[in-house]
C-alpha cells in the first residue's frame, strides 16, 4: 500500500512539475524541447560495493525540456532499463563464495533541474556563444523495479521508491533545432532492496545483505533532442 501512494504521488507531482514548463507560453521559441537517448545502467550495492562496469545494463530514455534560461533549464523524463550483478565478477574471494546473482528490469519518472556553465545556444541577437556546454543536474524520481535473485523462494520481487538523481553531463550544439547530450549521473536510493533480498538475521551470516548499506544505481547516457524554434504571429493594425 506505501508503494502505492508513493508512486501516486510521485506521477502527480512530475504531471504538476511538467504542467509548469507550459507557462509564459508567449515565449514560446527556443523554450521547449524533447528528446530520446540511450544508455546503460550499473547497480551498486552489496553484490557490488565498488563500481562494476560488467554489470553495465541496457536501458532507454524520452524525455521532455523546458529552457527557462540560457543557464536554467527543466526536464521531465521517462527511463526504462535492465539491471543486474553477479557475486562471482567481485575481486572479493567471500563474494565469489556467497554466488548470490540478480537480474531484472526497472523504470523511472523524474523530474530535475539543470544549471549549465555556458551561454550555450543562440539567442536573440547575440552572436558568442558555446557549442560545448558542461552542466550539472539534481532532482526527484520514482523508479519501479521488478527483480529476481538465486537467494528467495520468491517468483520475484517489485517496489516503488523514491530516489534523488544527481550527475553531471555535457551538451553539443549540432543545429539551431538539434542538441547532444552526454551524461553521468546516480541515483541515491533509501532502501537496501534492489537485489529483491530483504534483511532478514535468521539468515545464514554468508548470506545476509547490509541494511546500514543503502543501494544505488548509475545511468550514462547519450540522447538526440528536437528544439522548437517556434512561430511568430504577424503583427496586424
Known amino acids: 500500500m506505501g508503494n502505492c501512494k508513493a508512486g501516486s504521488l510521485l506521477f502527480i507531482c512530475w504531471v504538476g512539475f511538467s504542467f509548469l514548463f507550459f507557462?509564459?507560453?508567449?515565449?514560446?521559441?527556443?523554450k521547449i524541447e524533447i528528446g530520446v537517448g540511450v544508455g546503460?545502467?550499473?547497480?551498486?550495492?552489496?553484490?557490488?560495493?565498488?563500481?562494476?562496469?560488467?554489470?553495465?545494463?541496457?536501458?532507454?530514455?524520452?524525455?521532455f525540456k523546458y529552457n527557462?534560461?540560457?543557464?536554467?533549464?527543466f526536464k521531465a523524463g521517462f527511463m526504462m532499463g535492465e539491471i543486474g550483478a553477479r557475486d562471482e565478477q567481485s575481486r572479493d574471494p567471500f563474494l565469489q563464495q556467497r554466488g548470490l546473482f540478480f537480474s531484472g528490469k526497472l523504470r523511472e519518472l523524474s523530474a530535475r533541474v539543470e544549471y549549465n556553465f555556458f551561454n550555450f545556444r543562440p539567442k536573440n541577437n547575440r552572436r558568442r556563444f558555446e557549442k560545448w556546454c558542461p552542466f550539472l543536474f539534481a532532482g526527484i524520481a520514482g523508479v519501479n523495479y521488478d527483480v529476481r535473485n538465486n537467494f528467495t523462494d520468491k517468483k520475484g520481487y517489485q517496489s516503488t521508491q523514491i530516489v534523488i538523481p544527481f550527475g553531471i553531463g555535457v551538451?553539443?550544439?549540432?543545429?539551431?533545432?538539434?542538441?547532444?547530450?552526454?551524461?553521468?549521473?546516480?541515483r541515491k536510493m533509501f532502501t537496501d532492496t534492489l537485489e529483491?533480498?530483504?534483511y532478514?538475521?535468521?539468515?545464514?551470516?554468508?548470506?545476509?545483505?547490509?541494511p546500514e548499506n543503502?543501494?544505488?544505481?548509475f545511468y550514462s547516457g547519450i540522447t538526440i533532442s528536437y528544439l522548437f524554434q517556434g512561430i511568430r504571429c504577424p503583427i496586424t493594425f
Open 196 to 198: 529483491g533480498i530483504e
Open 68 to 73: 527557462l534560461y540560457s543557464f536554467l533549464n
Open 200 to 210: 532478514n538475521p535468521n539468515d545464514p551470516k554468508f548470506r545476509q545483505t547490509n
Open 23 to 30: 507557462i509564459h507560453s508567449q515565449s514560446f521559441a527556443q
Open 40 to 63: 546503460g545502467v550499473n547497480y551498486k550495492g552489496d553484490l557490488a560495493p565498488n563500481f562494476q562496469p560488467l554489470n553495465v545494463r541496457p536501458a532507454g530514455e524520452v524525455f
Open 214 to 217: 543503502m543501494d544505488m544505481y
Open 171 to 186: 551538451k553539443h550544439f549540432l543545429h539551431p533545432s538539434w542538441n547532444m547530450t552526454l551524461e553521468f549521473g546516480a
